[in-house]
């Protein structure tokens, strides 16, 4: 079995729970980095947030693609000459896919403002995050992409 290749930590925040936000200075230095080193990063923060479940192998599972496609799209490098594959645009929205995060932050020519953050998780762990934060401040997350949350709740207070 082959030695887990670690990234490095951006940032490190402290999160009680599963799942956190990214943004602002960890957002920067993430856009700055070059396509391997996202792909690297997003699954190992995730692997290491749910032991086991983000490992190389589950994820290619999951996402639909080889083994050998998301190595390449992690930067490994291939054969003798170490030659490193640029992923391919529908294997970075599978990965984007399976990571549930913004499609737009793997493009090189994406920037903080534009994304602004988002949430590193599970799905689940994402809608538990952000319907606390609903029911707490009594107003939608600004990461929080789903619309039909606020649909939703205000037909509940409407039914009352």
Same mark, same amino acid.
Request: net charge neutral; proline share 3%.
């Given at each position: ?15 009680? *729970?599963?799942?956190?936000? /990214? ?9 700055? %980095? ?24 589950? /994820? ?7 083994? %050998? ?9 291939? *054969? ?13 929205? #599978? ?19 534009? /994304? ?5 998780? #599970? ?5 538990? $995050?952000?319907? *606390?934060?609903? $029911?707490?401040?009594? %107003? ?14 205000? %037909?509940?207070?409407? *039914?009352?």
């Amino acid at each position: 079995m082959a030695a887990r290749r670690r990234t490095g930590r951006l940032y490190w925040k402290a999160v009680k *729970g599963r799942g956190r936000l /990214v943004q602002t200075r960890e957002l920067s230095l993430l856009l700055n %980095q070059t396509i391997w080193y996202k792909l690297s990063y997003i699954r190992e923060e995730l692997d290491d947030m749910y032991p086991g479940e983000y490992s190389i192998k589950n /994820v290619a599972d999951s996402a639909g693609i080889s083994l %050998q496609g998301l190595r390449d799209a992690e930067g490994y490098p291939r *054969g003798q000459e170490g030659n490193v594959i640029t992923p391919r645009e529908s294997t970075l929205d #599978k990965l984007a896919e399976a990571y549930v995060i913004p499609r737009r932050i793997l493009d090189d020519d994406c920037t903080p403002e534009e /994304v602004g953050g988002f949430f590193l998780g #599970k799905i689940e762990d994402k809608d538990a $995050f952000f319907d *606390g934060f609903y $029911f707490t401040y009594r %107003q939608q997350h600004k990461y929080d992409t789903r619309d039909w949350l606020i649909t939703q709740l205000s %037909q509940l207070r409407i *039914g009352r």
